[in-house]
C-alpha cells in the first residue's frame, strides 16, 4: 500500500475506503486526504519517493505517535487516540512495520479498551442479575474512561483545603505551572494547526518536491515542554509525603450514593465507539443501569446519540449576527430519551440533578431538552428540575465531603466587572469579533454590548456589599487585587475571546475575559483576565458567574468541554461557576443573570435553585421564550448550599 498511497488524492482515498468503513480506516482518510489535497494523478518518480518516505517512516508516522496519541490521551479523548493507533497499526502492517510504532500502539489499546471492555460485559448483563460489586465496578470504570483535566484538578484543589501550608504551597506551584505548559501546547499546537494547512495546501507534486522539511519542524514545534511541570509535581508529591499525606482517586458507590441529597439523582454514563452505558445512583445506595450495546439491538449506539445531540446543539447555536436559531423539538425529545428515558420516573420525582456528562457528550447543555409527561405535555428538564454539573463523580464527592471555605449569601462583598465601553459593531451577542491588529486598544476589536442598567441597579440592591468595577474602572489589575477579598459573588459581564485575541494580544493563554485596557497601556495582553491569572491570583467566590460567550467551551480542540476560564475558577477555590459553552445573545445573558442574582441573593436559594428560577422567569417573558435565551448557561461545581 505504501507505493499506492502516493499515486494521487482520489486513488489513495479509494484505497484506504476500500479496506474497510470503520472509524480507524475514515480516520486514515481524513488524516491523508487533507495532507494529500491537490495532489495530481501523475507524479513524477522523486516526489513519489519522498513522499512515500513521509507517509512510510517520517514524520507522519512521528506526528501521529508522538502527538496525537499522547495529547488525546492526556485530555481522555480515547477515542481520537484509538483511532490514531489503529492508522499507526494500519500503516505499519501495510509498509515498514516499525517496531516502536506497533508496540506503542498495542499498549495503548491494551490500556484504554479494557474500560469499554468490561463496561460491555458488565452491563450486557441481565437486569437485576447485577452484584452490588459488579454495580459499583461499572460507576468506577465509567469514572475512569470520564476523566477529564478539569475533573482531576478539581478533586485534588479541594483535597488542598486541609493540607498544611507547605503542601498548598507546593500544589499552588504546580498547578500554576501546569496551566502554563498546557497553555504554550496548546499555542503551539493552534499554531502547528495553521502551519499544517499552508503546508498540506501545497501540492507534493511541486518541480521541488515535498515540502517534507517542513512537515518535519511542525511535529518538533507541538511538543510541550514538560520539564518546569514535572519539577513542581515532585515537589508537591514530596511535600504530602512529608506531610503524611494521601488521597485515593477511587469512586466508591456508596461514597457517591452518601454524598447525594434526599432529593437528588446522579445520572452519569460511559460513551465509546459503538458502546453507551447511562446510570442513575440513587441516595439509598441503588444503582439503575441502562445498557446501550448497537443499534442492531434496537438500542441507539453512540452515534446514533451524537448525531441527535448535532442536531440538538445546532438549534442552541446563535446564528450569524444575533439570529435566532430553529429549535430542533424532536432532537430534544429523542436526546432524553437516550440519556434519561430508562430513568424517567425517577428524574420526574427528583428536585434537583447532578448531571456529570460523559465524555463525548459532554458539550451541550441539558436544560433544553424535552422530557414531555402522561399529560403530553413539552415539559423543558431545566425549568422543571435543578441541574448542577460536577466535572466528575470523584470531584462531586469531594465537594459534598470537604467543608467549604467560601462565604455564604449576605456575610461578605459581592463583585460585578463589566460596563465597559467597547466601540466595535454591535452583534447582539457577547462574543469577540476580529482580532485586534498588533499595538490596537482592545476595545475598538469587540462589538459594544447592551447597557447593564437594570443589573446594576439590583447588584446594588440585593447583595451584600456591592462592589462595582465599571468601565475604566474594571481594567485587570484592579480585578486581581480584589482577590484577597473574601468575595460571595462575582459577575463578569463582557466578552468571552478566544486564542485568536490572545495570540493577537500577544498573552500566552488559550481563553480570556475582555476588559478594560487603561489608557497608559500600550499592549492589550494587559486587557486580558486569563484563566492563569484567575488561579494564580487566587481570585474566588462562592458564585461567579461568567455572563459572557463561551467561556465553557473547549480553549483549543484537543482539550474538553470547562477546561479553560471555569476550571480555572474552580480550582482557585470557587464554589460554583456559571458558565456557557455556546455563544450567548448579551440581552439575554444580561436578563438571565439579573435574575439569577436576585433569586440568589433576596431569595436565598442556592445557585441551581437560583438558576431554574432565573430562566423560568425569563422564559415566561415575552420574547424570550426560545431555548436559545435562557438555556444556555449551566452551573459547575457545587449547586446547592451545604448545611
Not at 506497533?102 to 489499546?109: C, I, K
Not at 507534486?205 to 507541538?222: F, M, N, T
Not at 497601556?521 to 484563566?531: D, F, N, R, V
Not at 476560564?565 to 436578563?591: M, N
Amino acid at each position: 500500500m505504501a507505493e499506492r498511497l502516493t499515486a494521487s488524492a482520489s486513488v489513495v482515498l479509494s484505497d484506504i475506503r476500500a479496506a474497510g468503513g470503520t472509524e480507524e480506516i475514515n480516520f486514515v482518510a481524513q488524516v491523508i486526504g487533507a495532507a494529500f489535497a491537490g495532489l495530481p494523478a501523475e507524479i513524477p518518480d522523486p516526489v513519489r519517493d519522498e513522499a512515500n518516505g513521509w507517509l512510510a517512516g517520517g514524520p507522519m508516522l512521528e506526528f501521529i505517535l508522538n502527538n496525537v496519541i499522547p495529547i488525546a490521551n492526556s485530555v481522555d479523548r480515547p477515542d481520537i487516540a484509538y483511532r490514531a493507533s489503529r492508522t499507526l497499526s494500519l500503516i505499519a502492517a501495510e509498509t515498514v512495520g516499525n517496531e516502536t510504532m506497533q508496540t506503542a500502539s498495542e499498549g495503548f489499546r491494551h490500556a484504554r479498551q479494557t474500560y469499554g471492555a468490561e463496561l460491555r460485559l458488565l452491563a450486557s448483563r441481565p437486569a437485576g442479575k447485577l452484584t452490588s460489586i459488579e454495580g459499583a465496578r461499572i460507576v468506577e470504570l465509567a469514572d475512569l474512561g470520564n476523566r477529564s483535566t478539569t475533573g482531576i484538578d478539581h478533586f485534588e484543589r479541594l483535597q488542598m483545603q486541609t493540607a498544611p501550608a507547605p503542601v498548598r504551597e507546593a500544589y499552588a506551584r504546580y498547578i500554576n505551572a501546569k496551566l502554563r505548559s498546557e497553555a504554550l501546547a496548546g499555542l503551539r499546537l493552534v499554531a502547528a494547526g495553521e502551519d499544517f494547512k499552508r503546508i498540506s495546501s501545497r501540492t507534493l507534486a511541486k518541480p521541488d518536491g515535498a515540502d517534507v522539511q517542513a512537515l518535519e519542524a511542525l511535529v518538533r514545534s507541538i511538543r510541550s515542554p514538560q520539564a518546569d511541570l514535572d519539577k513542581h509535581w515532585r515537589s508537591w508529591q514530596l511535600a504530602m509525603q512529608d506531610a503524611g499525606m494521601s488521597y485515593s482517586k477511587t469512586v466508591n458507590l456508596s461514597a457517591a450514593a452518601a454524598s447525594l441529597k434526599s432529593d437528588e439523582i446522579l445520572i452519569s454514563g460511559y460513551a465509546f465507539s459503538d458502546l453507551i452505558v447511562m446510570f442513575a445512583i440513587f441516595p439509598d445506595g441503588s444503582l439503575k443501569i441502562w445498557p446501550a450495546a448497537n443499534v442492531n439491538n434496537g438500542v441507539l449506539h453512540y452515534q446514533s446519540v451524537r448525531d441527535l445531540a448535532d442536531r440538538y446543539r445546532k438549534g442552541l447555536t446563535v446564528l450569524a449576527g444575533g439570529q435566532i436559531p430553529r429549535f430542533d423539538q424532536a432532537a430534544s425529545k429523542d436526546l432524553y430519551t437516550a440519556l434519561f428515558g430508562y430513568a424517567a420516573p425517577d428524574v420526574s420525582k427528583a428536585e434537583r440533578i447532578v448531571w456529570v456528562a460523559p465524555r463525548h457528550l459532554d458539550d451541550f447543555p441539558i436544560s433544553a431538552l424535552l422530557t414531555g409527561n402522561a399529560a403530553g405535555d413539552q415539559l423543558y428538564l431545566g425549568l422543571e428540575k435543578e441541574i448542577m454539573s460536577p466535572p466528575s463523580i470523584l470531584s462531586f464527592i469531594a465537594m459534598r465531603q470537604t467543608a467549604s471555605t467560601a462565604v455564604r449569601p449576605q456575610t461578605g462583598a459581592s463583585l460585578f466587572v463589566g460596563d465597559i465601553e467597547f466601540s466595535g459593531k454591535a452583534t447582539n451577542t457577547a462574543s469577540a469579533q476580529s482580532a485586534p491588529k498588533p499595538g490596537a486598544v482592545l476595545g475598538k476589536s469587540l462589538g459594544r454590548l447592551r447597557e447593564p442598567s437594570s443589573l446594576l441597579e439590583t447588584f446594588r440592591k440585593e447583595v451584600h456589599e456591592p462592589v462595582l468595577l465599571r468601565r475604566e474602572d474594571a481594567q485587570r489589575s484592579n480585578v486581581l487585587a480584589r482577590a484577597a477579598t473574601p468575595l460571595d459573588t462575582v459577575v463578569f459581564y463582557t466578552h468571552g475571546v478566544g486564542n485568536a485575541f490572545t495570540r493577537a494580544c500577544g498573552a500566552a493563554s488559550l481563553q480570556a475575559l475582555a476588559l478594560h485596557q487603561g489608557r497608559s497601556e500600550t499592549s492589550c495582553a494587559s486587557a486580558l483576565l486569563t484563566p492563569e491569572d484567575v488561579v494564580s491570583s487566587g481570585l474566588k467566590a462562592d458564585l461567579v458567574v461568567l455572563a459572557a460567550c463561551s467561556t465553557g467551551a473547549a480553549p483549543v480542540i484537543t482539550e474538553a468541554p470547562l477546561s479553560g476560564l471555569a476550571r480555572a475558577f474552580l480550582v482557585a477555590g470557587s464554589g460554583s461557576v456559571v458558565t456557557a459553552q455556546f455563544e450567548v445573545i448579551d440581552v439575554s445573558a444580561l436578563l438571565l443573570t439579573e435574575k439569577l442574582i436576585r433569586a440568589r441573593h433576596k431569595g436565598g436559594m442556592g445557585p441551581s435553585a437560583a438558576m431554574r428560577s432565573a430562566m423560568r422567569e425569563l422564559a415566561r417573558t415575552p420574547g424570550y421564550g426560545d431555548p436559545v435565551h435562557w438555556a444556555l448557561f449551566e452551573v459547575v461545581g457545587e449547586g446547592a448550599d451545604k448545611p
